[in-house]
């Protein structure tokens, strides 16, 4: 069964570094998301992504961070200056497009701390 | 007003027992309602999608009351793999997604 996949498992950075946390969405899917969960919390609306724009962003989306999809399979997300608040679990998501279905598919997530 | 609402519980129910979660949400223009599971510290799972006729899935039975804003899950007949944090997902304008803040189940043995 196809599924979404991340990396690194765990990024461990200093406050101020920039990361990039890499996913590759399922083959056929062409919306793409990403969320975060601080630990302990609800999961967290990031961005939405198709067609190579962004769709939707929340307001923690701010200008330290960006998404891209460099080719045709990745998609990232960067952090430009990690702050100590943005650790958290960083999961992305994708889903196809079908009539009336926005069943999204999670990735395994990516454990950010910032030290 | 948090957007999507969830009684955290937590829930802990005897194996075969019947539980029920709710879920309240704001906007009323949302189309999309889901139940997902999360398991300690993994990913999101989707269970299943929320119809306005309702539907189930075996064991599991959602409802969707869409003039009360409300999305039901029920569980029949408890196993212990239920046990997990039960999300309530709704979409809000177009493309963005709310989680509640989950129901802990755990079903003792």
């Known amino acids: 069964e196809p599924e979404v996949t991340q990396t690194p498992s765990h990024q461990v950075t200093q406050m101020g570094q920039e990361v990039i946390l890499r996913c590759v969405p399922i083959s056929n899917h062409l919306y793409f998301y990403w969320y975060r969960q601080i630990l302990g919390q609800k999961v967290e609306f990031l961005v939405s992504f198709y067609n190579n724009e962004i769709s939707e962003k929340s307001e923690i989306f701010d200008d330290q961070f960006s998404v891209e999809r460099p080719d045709g399979s990745n998609f990232t997300l960067k952090i430009r200056s990690t702050k100590l608040e943005d650790s958290a679990m960083y999961f992305c998501?994708?889903?196809?497009?079908?009539?009336?279905?926005?069943?999204?598919?999670f990735g395994p997530g990516t454990r950010l701390t910032v030290t | 007003r948090k957007e999507v609402e969830q009684d955290p519980g937590p829930f802990n129910v005897p194996e075969g027992a019947t539980v029920a979660f709710n879920c309240t949400y704001s906007n009323s223009a949302s189309q999309s309602f889901f139940w997902y599971r999360q398991d300690c510290r993994k990913e999101p799972k989707l269970l299943m999608s929320?119809?306005?006729s309702g539907n189930e899935d075996g064991r599991f039975t959602a409802q969707l009351n869409r003039a009360s804003q409300y999305i039901s899950l029920l569980i029949r007949d408890s196993k212990l793999s239920d046990s997990a944090t039960y999300l309530c997902v709704v979409n809000g304008a177009g493309n963005q997604f709310y989680f509640g803040t989950g129901t802990s189940l755990t079903v003792i043995p």
């Open positions: 998501a994708s889903r196809p497009i079908s009539a009336g279905g926005y069943e999204q598919y």
């Open positions: 929320v119809y306005s």
